[in-house]
């Protein structure tokens, strides 16, 4: 008897992020989560309970938990994005902490791209800042599906709901101007643990669900929408010099599902050679499976011989996307090493590399004021609407229709960094 | 948001969406590096890597060798399973070892007796150099102490091993950056993103043999500075390792390893967990963290692991 069986279901498991200003409470948030979902074990808070007393405070601070490196213990800062892990039992989780200093940008964008949900923490005194409106931004941008606007230290304000419905109105206001669609409001206290797993009893005029009841419900899947199928090949299999004679013929095309379903009998087409054939078999580990869905990695086996390498996708024949040497795109630069226009650079688009040249920067966002400035280059955190020129063609979608498909990083050859992150327009 | 909004049929189970990232990695690994080795120590984490890889590739062979680190001072249980779990999958073993790096002059040990973990760094270095390796695949994960938790799923090394834990590439999306240069190397990690539960639930669904010391048994041990410590370990030679100090009380305690590792610094705990099953629900219910009280080597100072790492620990 599996002890499995004991267990509740499993509901997948969902990324997301937490954004916020230094103080306004975001590490706490984390510690809270971790805390009362029984993640943190007895060893590790007693560690964090020396380093309080070692630090004269009071109580145990939560917000030790998230930082792990030295220089940031040393210092009280959060240095890079980290990731941390909680289980409900019904579900996992995966936090992507982006620290909230100077950096944010390129920081909450890097953490941003893997998440489907945001956790936007407001300081129930302060409100709405310029703050939470670049927080937002960059979430939009990055087009990250949920929000949920935690209007926190509602302890600081004595739990008054006129507060938080001003700063909800507030928050309203400005999020229409974006097009930000699903939204939630919760008031919380994450230092008292008041509305983040348990209720607590000091909001009762809030009828909605806590911070967890929504995270243990929100869609866990990488996108809701029908997407098309996008199959990079990452890697071709033949293994015809296997004593096995049966598998002398076989040409089995690794990758993972990027977006949409494929099925066993689906007509495809190879790209870029333009050739279409039909699916064959899909695999896993020898089992053969029926179809294959987003985010599943699979073996694909086609019904002609057709020569595929890495770098080339398979798509469904009736979805087609046309090859691109031209894109526009919406970049972050995350180099400290400004974007240099006379230089070539290296776009790296699925499993699909191609030498790139900037043909000119439409307009450069100012993150405070969200206005768009000229630019004629790009420095660290900046964001831009840039024209690129490939020397490959890609098979891009626009960013908003396809994460997977409509995104791509910039690499500096010279030193290998990854320097850019592009959302194709 | 609506209330109402039903998950996606096609939503993944946790355990089939960490699988199939570890399987995107290892292939992107394998595809991005002209040299690549997946480091394989006979541990849990690098059994259920074996697993990924299999998932990976097959039915081809694996596009790199499997590589051992040997400090001489492992348990021999886990050695003999390593090289029966390497002739099982038909893939090439190498096994490079801490004894011919002090040979070599190249690690001196302060005292015969110094736990020889962390300088199986310096061996690593060396056999990366000797077979030109542009990519280590291995089976660390984020959970298991906090300076893993900042490190990148493909981490960067210079010619000397060493990571940067502030001037890491960033990772956006799904893309790997796995590009070096010549002597550089990319450390790549496939179940960064796994816990301790993880593993263990993926070990009973995919039913994957373990070397039997990871299962509660009767074994001689000492306690000492609130650890347990087992005694009088044979190693492969027949040699007993890790005598008892003087004055030290040998008892007999029925314990399991929760991690593995080398002999002079990893505790097991008590346990009476025989099979996978009962292991999942003692790590749903357990108190202390996996290298809590169970790694020497992490605890003496808070930043041990990271300082480690940055000279090239993996």
Redesign the interface.
Known sequence: ????E??PV????LRFLTCGSVDDGKSTLIGRLLFDTKTI????LS?IER?SQKRGMEAVDLSLLTD????E?EQGIT???????F?TGT??Y?IADAPGHEQYT?NM??AA??ANLAIILIDARKGVLTQTRRHSYLAHLVNIP?LIVAVNKMDLVDYDQTTFEKIRADYLAFAEKLGIE???FIPMSALNGDMVVDRGDRLGWYQGPTLLD?LE?????HS?KAEKFRFPV??V???QD?A?PE?HD?R?F???VESG?IAAGDEVTVLPSGLATRVKAIE???QPLTHA?????VTILLADEIDIS?GDMIVKTSEAPEPKKQIEAMVCW?SETPMDRARKYLI????RDSKAMVAGIEYRVDINTMEWVPADKLAMNDIAKVAFKLAQPIFCDPYAEN??SG???V?DEST???VG?GMIV | ?T?T?T??K????????????A??IM??V??QCANPVLLFSGGKDSICMLRIA????????F?FPLMHIDTGHNYQEVVQFRDKRAAELGERLIVRSVEDSMKRGTVVLKHPGESRNKHQSVTLLEAIEEFGFDACIGGAR??EE??R??ERIMS?RDEFGQWD??N????????Y?A???KGENIRAFPI??W?E??VW?YI??EQLELPSIYFAHKRPVVLRQGAIVPVNVPLMSGELTNLPKAGEEIVELQVRFRTVGDISCTAPVESDADTV??I??ET?T????ER??TRLDDQTS??SM??RKKEGYF
């Not at chain 1, 499993?10 to 498991?13: A, E, Q, S």
């Open positions: 008897m599996s002890a499995m004991n267990l499993d509901n997948g498991l074990l007895a060893d590790t560690a380093t792990g490196l030295q220089a213990r240095i890079d994005v980290a990731y941390r892990y289980s579900r996992k995966i390129r964008v890097t791209s893997t949920h699903d939204i939630r929504v419900t929100a869609p866990a899947a809701e990452q890697y299999c033949r293994p296997s096995n598998l076989y089995g690794m990758g993972r379903e896993l580990y020898g869905v987003s985010e599943q990695s890495r995350l790296r688009h699925t499993t994460r997977a995104a791509f990083i690499i290998n960094n990854t992150a | 948001m209330q909004r998950l996606s096609t939503t993944l189970s946790h355990l089939d969406w960490l699988e199939a990232e399987i995107h292939r992107e394998a595809g299999e998932k990976a590739f097959r039915p081809g062979k596009p984020r959970d906090k300076a938790a900042k960067f834990p502030k890491q590439r960033p990772e956006l999306w799904n893309l950056n590009r070096s240069h960064s993103n816990t539960m993880d639930q009973e669904r099953a009962k999942v629900l749903a357990t108190t202390i963290t809590g009280a808070e930043a990271e300082q």
